[in-house]
């Protein structure tokens, strides 16, 4: 009788363990992705990443297909849905590999539980993290409180096994039963289309994402440590939204960069700088599963009476890229453009927004997670707290982004701000990040009428600054 795989987080062939034990079982395989925004606990995806969930799914049809397997998809709760389909298909066995946080797995233990019940075999694998959620423990017992610790903890014992391949022994199942239609979940924006940017940027899917890391370790991981802060070069990955939904694995990742360094063809210290930042990802799922309510309260208490404002019109140009801010408002743009946004640009945005606008990082944090392709349900509040100063292992509050001399250090010739705010384009590289001190004439010879074509700065950095460090000493008073 038939096997089940049940996608989720895992939208790939190779090193997918759940699809190689299914091979190993020997039996006709059939898949299935259940679009679940019912169950409880479980949170919607965002806009921007639905869209790529729909072209993830069409790639990995495409990919089943050649095997004969095919893809049935159906909208609803997985605890009723999945068991439905089991049975359906007369099922021997259903596998599945694990999704991060507490919630998560509330739902796979009922579902798994149900398939037992009604016996079927259910095979559950972690293959979305290096390290299985709780398997990290420090000196007292749990999870490690800072990163460095929480990374010395996980490498102590770590044995980096190789990916497994993608099977190709695989049969699929005849006459399946009919699942919905992709269409039919509205996953993609009709009217208006807002997509065009992320088309543009993306190519989604396995092998795209495969084709991404080998240029990636080919041509920008020698130099990534250093390159890699500023947002106008291309000395990023770009893989986290390959990682988000599965597409690699971070063991296929790490793998394939430690294997380029020992090789010799990168620098190790290139390497071992992206090794740290898968661990960044790490650390993040793993506090996840302690903290269920991550996007919701603050990790450290001692946050709750921040006196945050309340002021819609502030949060609305934050997020439009118009604070008069340069490099704060080429970030917001890039985010809106394309789905993504460089991580040291991520840093000064949410600085900003939680330190000089004062408000609330759950709404910055909101916002990240309708707009990112790379949405995560870990990584996205577990930095937003880091940011805002309430996280773990967090920056202190008090050290706050000067969105100036941020852009200066990172984006010198202000070719980032360019791209992104054409309207400053034709400014000279030492005013463009501040637009405000060029004189009439500079500004007219550019093209720039502020308050116009371009804002002018929302807050005075220097109150900004004395306003946050008050909020910051009132809190500490109650
Ligand atoms: P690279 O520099 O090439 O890094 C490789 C991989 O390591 C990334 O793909 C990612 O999986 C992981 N990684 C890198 N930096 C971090 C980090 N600081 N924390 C956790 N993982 C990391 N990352 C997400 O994947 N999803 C999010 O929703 C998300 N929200 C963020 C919100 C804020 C406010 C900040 C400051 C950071 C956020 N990050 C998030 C982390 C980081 O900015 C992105 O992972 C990174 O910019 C993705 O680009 P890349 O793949 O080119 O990164």
């Excluded at 929480?150 to 993608?166: E, I, N, V």
């Excluded at 980032?416 to 405000?436: G, M, N, Q, S």
Aim: charged share 25%; aromatic share 10%; glycine share 8%.
């Amino acid at each position: 009788s038939p096997s089940l795989l049940w996608f989720r987080d895992d939208l790939r062939l190779a090193d997918n363990p759940a699809l190689t034990a299914l091979a190993e079982a020997g039996a006709p395989v059939a898949a299935l992705y259940v679009f679940d925004e019912d169950s409880p606990g479980l949170r919607p995806l965002g806009g921007a990443a639905k869209w790529w969930l729909a072209q993830s799914l069409r790639a990995l049809r495409a990919e089943l297909e050649q095997f004969g397997i095919p893809l049935i998809l159906c909208r609803g709760p997985a605890t009723r849905l999945v068991p439905e389909v089991a049975a359906a298909l007369g099922a021997a066995r259903v596998a599945f590999n694990g999704r991060s946080g507490a919630q998560a797995a509330k739902v796979d233990h009922a579902v798994a539980a149900r398939l037992a019940a009604e016996d079927r075999q259910v095979l559950a694998f972690c293959a979305h993290l290096l390290h299985p959620p709780g398997s990290v423990r420090g000196g007292a017992g749990r999870m490690p409180r800072t990163f460095s610790a929480f990374q010395r903890a996980a490498m102590k014992d770590r044995r980096l096994t190789p990916p497994l391949g993608a099977p190709n022994r695989l049969k699929g199942m005849a006459h399946p039963p009919e699942g919905e239609a992709l269409d039919s979940f509205g996953l993609e924006p009709e009217h208006p289309d807002w997509a065009g940017g992320l088309r543009t940027a993306w190519t989604v899917g396995e092998k795209a994402a495969q084709a991404r890391l080998s240029a990636f370790i080919r041509e920008d991981l020698a130099g990534y440590a250093g390159g890699r802060d500023l947002p106008a070069a291309d000395h990023v990955s770009r893989l986290s939204p390959h990682l988000s939904f599965g597409e690699l694995s971070p063991r296929q990742v790490l793998f394939a960069i430690r294997h380029a360094a020992d090789a010799g063809t990168v620098p190790g210290s290139d390497a071992d700088k992206f090794e740290a930042e898968i661990y960044w990802r790490e650390f993040s799922h793993h506090l996840l599963a302690e903290v269920p309510d991550l996007a919701r309260r603050n990790i450290q208490e001692a946050f709750d009476p921040f006196p945050w404002r309340e002021c819609p019109g502030e949060l609305k140009a934050w997020q439009k890229g118009r604070t008069g801010y340069p490099l704060i408002d080429a970030g917001l743009r890039q985010l809106w453009q394309t789905g993504w946004m460089h991580n040291r640009v991520r840093m000064a945005v949410a600085s900003f927004l939680t330190k000089h606008l004062l408000i609330d990082w759950r709404e910055g944090e909101a916002w990240f997670w309708d707009t990112l392709v790379d949405a995560d349900a870990a990584s996205n509040p577990a930095s937003w707290q880091w940011v805002a100063g309430s996280g773990l292992d967090a920056a202190p509050y008090f050290r706050i982004f000067n969105p100036v001399t941020q852009g200066e250090k990172f984006d010198p010739d202000g070719t980032y701000v360019r791209t992104f705010v054409p309207e400053l384009a034709r400014l000279p590289a030492r005013l463009i990040h501040k637009p405000w001190t060029a004189d009439a004439d500079t500004l007219a010879a550019a093209g720039v009428r502020l308050g116009i074509t371009y804002p002018r700065p929302l807050v005075d950095h220097a109150a900004a600054r004395e306003r946050a460090l008050r909020a910051l000493e009132s809190t500490r008073k109650s």
